[in-house]
């Protein structure tokens, strides 16, 4: 029996029968999961190994089998297994959409493969090729290297990067020659490229299409040769792009890649659309145990699943009976959705942290309690105009987006009296974001007591020392 199935059976052994809303139940479930994480899979044979990846993706190309067949080739070749990953540091918050393929990278490695991290230096200094996008602009190298940093630190409760190979790959595709590029595109049929939705679209809307985006992904499969890729690791999104890495490999007289697509985590905000920070439905890394908690239970109960799939190291067979247990209603929704934010919020804090938060989201939305909260950020100058606090706090990024919460009336001052009495809400209209704090505190809560609280959104923070 493997360690994995160790773990496994112990779960199975919790999740059967017990009140998912006792909280020693979920610690002890949570601390073992997270366990898992840190888990060595090196016990585990190459066809067990493959089920598992194959689990936990939306496409294994070409199959499981060809996979572990693949690891068992390497193993006889005395060579390692290569599984590569590539990013474009034009960021620096990540998110939990982000750490999705790099918790399948991360198990890659401990199962004992050999890791290569790409960092698209070359990539992230062009930017968007078809200079249609600002969210995409081009970097400069001080740039990249601060991103990269901030990247690395935020997504390690994910991945353990000390272990990794890491590559620029501008270290050999500033070396490509123009004959070489030619050589190696003349081989690639365009059709390729075109199978790609957003070519379609604007083909036919009547837009054009540049030379520079068609090579593009021709130039970056030029990575997977380079490191001679056994398999490459990223999201449906960029399941072509790896199409592209197969066939380059292909020409350039290696075995080609194969592929893992994962999928793309859907936003909080339950719209279906991708998490993604231009709609402002994600789950910051850098966010408090508090603030992920309690944005994990904005999910809808539909992505409990998803989530759990896509961010934890639960196995199908823990999934199925979590599935059963609300089919057959000896299991609550909102149990369940409870354990799924304080796995997410272990990931990143650790157990204890995400038990904290699970007791203050109770106090906050069961007993209403907010001086039970300790983890709050604190405004102490209430002579700021609110949309400055607000800004400042980094519950908003923009006077725009501070207006757009006025104005769905979740923008609030809330008061919380020390006699236990019920708590005092107080909507700002869009017209006072700019207005000094202190001064409506004044007009609106004058003379009551207790402990003042600032509401944006989902978000909390409390008013004074």
Known sequence: MTRLSQSVEQARELLVGADLA???????????????????????SPAEQAALVAERCEQLQPSAPALAARMEQAARAGRPFVAKFGIDPTGAE????????ILVLDRFQRMG?????IVGDVTA??????????????????????????YRDQASAFFDFSRAEFRHNGDWLRQVTLPRLIEVAAHVPVAMSLQR??????????HSLSLAELLYSVAMALDSVEVRCDLEVGGLDQFLNMQMCRKVMEICGQEPELVVATALLEGTDGTGAKMSKSRGNYVPLTALPGEIFGKVMSVPDRLMEPYLKALSEWQATELAILTERLADGSAHPRDVKKVVAGEVTAALHGVDAAMTARDEFAAQFSRRN?????????????????????KALGFAASNGEVRRVAEQK???????????????HVTLAPDEIREPLADILKSKLNGLSGDFYLKVGRRLARLGP
């Open 410 to 424: 979740g923008l609030r001052l809330v008061l919380e009296p020390g006699d236990a009495g019920p708590q005092q």
């Open 94 to 101: 990540v998110h939990l959409g982000h750490a999705v393929p």
């Open 125 to 150: 200094k062009i930017g968007d090729p078809s200079g249609r996008s600002d969210e995409r602009p081009a970097l400069t190298d001080e740039e990249i290297a601060a991103n990269l940093a901030t």
């Open 197 to 206: 939705e957003d070519f379609r679209n604007r083909i036919s809307a009547g």
């Open 22 to 44: 006792d909280d020693a139940v979920v610690r002890d479930l949570l601390a073992l999961t997270y366990e898992r994480r840190h888990m060595d899979f090196s016990d585990m």
């Open 113 to 117: 493969h050999h890791v290569v991290f």
């Open 370 to 390: 907010y001086a039970d909260m300790h983890d709050l950020p604190v405004v102490a100058d209430l002579s700021l105009p609110v949309v400055e606090i607000v």
